[in-house]
């Protein structure tokens, strides 16, 4: 590891230790737009042209009320965070906040002007999707012409700057074939590789994109090269690990991270599409500190994750409270894809042959019914929770969700 990415490692320590059980959201995510010059296959972010965006004014005032609880870094994501008219204005005012800011974009509208203005900031990194190693399969999941040429051209500007750039390659059925091709078009560029095979429903519920996820074998094929390749992370909120009773959400969800999306709905996590408050109604300050919704997320037990407790795929399993919520309906319960994703890491760790989706799916439908035949709700408490049990609350919770997405 290089000098800067120690230095890197020792703020994201200092962070955490700040983080660490008192609630600060050291780690931001703040959404400029839903808008994007793109139209990609897989995304989930969909836009709503009926619902007004938060304002300039207002996202920078969001800043100053991140500063003042303890925000070390924030990001700028969208949509095309890069396509918000004022994206180059509140970028500066974070800086001046001393705020180490990254930014995730597609790239298209990078050019050198711009990257010399990102380069006067305290930038952390840039991350860049690319879906594919060449053009034809990059701009066929993007859906725009000459949007791969766009990415090599940014990467190239970001780093002759000396921008600290990762590619964020996204793994789907149609490029799944170019992994170790994109990884090595990393190394020819000078910028850092980084992988994901999860695709999630639109935000919308629109399941479409799953339609792009790879299939058992390929899945074990990308896990092998993961697990002989391990990259270290530049820029990701800790796990949060505190003495004391273990929780449902053993992630940094709510505790030292907040997500914040175009139309002002705070998040305790990008990834857990349950709004804690709005921003157009209330304070960042009062919604991060008052949020019964975050106060339920910080403090649910452990033994909420019923499914859990009796899983033999425990260890290997990813699982993630939004994605189970999104997918399968129920923040406690088990998630159909970390199921599936936990009995192929399995596979992969023991040498064993990689399991049939079919195969898997008779194991889910089977160990789910274990899990219903015990009677018990996510509370542990009967089939029916009563109206004030945590459990019917966030069961409502929920469901307003749901309603407002």
């Not at 890197?8 to 962070?15: E, F, G, N």
């Not at 993961?226 to 530049?234: G, I, S």
């Amino acid at each position: 590891m290089d000098p800067s990415r120690v230095q890197r490692s020792v703020l994201l320590a200092r962070a955490a230790e700040r983080a660490d059980g008192g609630e600060v959201p050291a780690f931001a995510m703040i959404e400029l737009t839903r808008r994007c010059n793109l139209d990609c296959a897989h995304c989930y972010a969909v836009w709503d042209r009926a619902r007004p965006e938060m304002p300039t004014p207002r996202i920078l005032h969001l800043l100053e009320e991140l500063r003042d609880e303890g925000c070390l870094f924030v990001t700028f994501t969208g949509g095309e965070p890069t396509g918000h008219p004022d994206f180059l204005r509140i970028a500066r005012r974070a800086d001046r906040l001393r705020m180490a800011i990254q930014v995730y974009t597609n790239g298209a509208r990078i050019d050198e002007a711009t990257a010399r203005e990102l380069a006067r900031l305290n930038l952390w990194s840039v991350h860049i999707s690319v879906y594919g190693s060449n053009a034809a399969t990059h701009d066929a999941i993007a859906r725009r012409p000459g949007a791969f040429e766009r990415v090599l051209g940014a990467a190239r500007t970001l780093r002759g700057l000396g921008i600290d750039v990762e590619f964020s390659f996204v793994v789907m059925k149609p490029n799944v074939g170019q992994y170790d091709a994109v990884r090595d078009l990393c190394g020819s560029l000078d910028v850092r590789f980084g992988s994901d095979f999860t695709v999630t429903p639109r935000d919308n519920g629109d399941l479409s994109p799953l339609a792009l996820r790879i299939d058992e074998d390929q899945l074990a094929e990308v896990m092998r090269k993961k697990m002989a390749a391990v990259l270290p992370p530049v820029f990701e909120a800790p796990l949060v690990v505190e003495e004391g009773p273990a929780y449902a959400f053993s992630c940094a969800a709510g505790r030292s991270t907040a997500s914040v999306n175009a139309y002002g709905q705070v998040y305790a996590c990008v990834s857990l599409p349950v709004p804690v408050g709005n921003l157009l109604e209330a304070p960042f300050r009062e919604i991060w500190r008052d949020s019964a919704q975050l106060h339920e997320i910080r403090t649910a037990p452990e033994d909420r994750l019923t499914a859990c407790r009796v899983c033999d795929r425990r260890d290997d399993c990813p699982r993630c409270p939004g994605m189970a919520f999104v997918e399968d309906g129920d923040l406690y319960g088990c998630s159909r894809e970390a199921f599936r994703q936990a009995t192929v890491a399995r596979a992969v760790r023991t040498g064993a042959r990689t399991p049939r989706a079919a195969e898997i799916e008779r194991e889910f439908e089977a160990f789910s019914a274990r899990v219903r035949s015990g009677g018990a709700s996510p509370s542990g408490c009967g089939p029916r929770a009563c109206p004030s049990c945590p459990s019917s609350r966030m069961q409502a919770l929920s469901e307003a969700a749901g309603a407002l997405r």
